[in-house]
């Protein structure tokens, strides 16, 4: 699960574990200022819930929600429209004159097999391409429920708790459509690869999200993927950096802010902690204490 893999997780990261060790959680505070981080994973099962009480409780404390975009709006028809609109190839070319001819004879069969034809394909830039067959992948195996962000935007709605976001709608979309330029073939390749044991690693990275289980996450979910450092800068370390301003703020008003991001953004000696940790903030591992004592 190498380039791909590691940022497909990002943009969407099977058996939940009984009683976890610590739930990814974290409490950040500089003097009287205090807010909470949780690592998320996009997509869910419904098994996976009820979630660590950790996450819970955290969400009690916090008068207002981070997510990393607006989650109402990336479920709109017009974050959807916009979407396509970038992610189609505008000067004529299609995917086909990106794609060396090996590749797009392994691309060909592999959608054969699922009953996707090339043709509906072609219009797509590689990074929706790749998107597109990884929740394909997810869906034919039954994943395809409410992820933690999901899960507690609706539940503040319905608690009329404030929301925010790290990142706007159009640097999401932005994101999403530049991903694999310059490197179309790698990542398509690498793509169909991985997707015959995406199940395995998805349920690998998921049960060590659930446990707390930072060093399974980095091993897993930063090893390979440092490998290719301009996806690694671009997916990981700028975006962090791009937040971290953004943090820091909410740690100089009294309101308790819960922020929740995908949860390779909190592990690493380049992650949302470490950055913070660096700038003199204090860093703890949250725990329920009615629940661990």
């Known amino acids: 699960m190498k380039y791909f893999g590691r940022i497909i997780v990002l943009l969407l990261v099977l058996m939940p574990s009984g009683a976890s060790a610590e739930a990814p959680i974290w409490k950040v505070s500089k003097g009287d200022f205090e807010l909470y981080i ?11 819930y009820p979630l660590p009480v950790e996450f819970e409780r955290a969400y009690d404390a916090a008068e207002k929600l981070i997510f990393e975009v607006d989650i ?4 709109s028809t017009e974050f959807q429209q916009r979407l396509l609109e970038k992610a ?6 299609t995917l086909l004159s990106h794609l060396q001819p090996a ?21 797509f830039k590689v990074g929706l391409l790749v998107t597109i067959l990884t929740v394909n992948e997810l ?6 429920g409410t992820g933690v962000d999901q899960f507690f935007n609706s539940r503040a ?29 790698e990542l398509v390749l690498q793509t169909i690869d991985e997707l015959e044991n995406l199940v395995e690693e998805f349920s690998t990275l998921k049960s060590a999200w659930r446990r707390g289980d930072t060093q ?26 791009a937040w971290l301003p953004e943090i820091e703020r909410m740690l100089e008003d009294e309101q ?11 592990v690493g000696d380049d992650s949302v902690l470490a950055m913070l940790v660096a700038r003199g903030y204090e860093v703890e591992r949250f725990q329920d204490r009615a629940h661990h004592n």
């Open 216 to 241: 399974t996450l980095e091993d897993i979910g930063l090893k390979d993927f440092r490998a290719f450092p301009e996806a690694y800068q671009a997916v990981l370390v700028n975006r962090n950096r």
């Open 139 to 144: 869906s034919r195996h039954g994943i395809q």
């Open 38 to 48: 949780g690592g998320t994973i996009h997509i869910l099962q419904e098994q996976d």
């Open 72 to 75: 109402a709006q990336a479920a």
């Open 256 to 266: 308790i802010e819960y922020v929740l991001v995908g949860v390779l953004h909190l």
């Open 157 to 185: 709605l319905k608690d009329q708790k404030q929301t925010a976001a790290l990142e706007t709608i159009e640097q999401q979309i932005d994101f999403l459509t530049s991903l694999g330029e310059g490197k179309e073939d």
């Open 103 to 123: 590749t797009l004879r392994k691309l060909q069969v592999f959608l054969a097999k699922r009953g996707l034809p090339l043709e509906s394909m072609v219009a």
């Open 88 to 93: 189609l190839y505008r000067d004529g070319s």
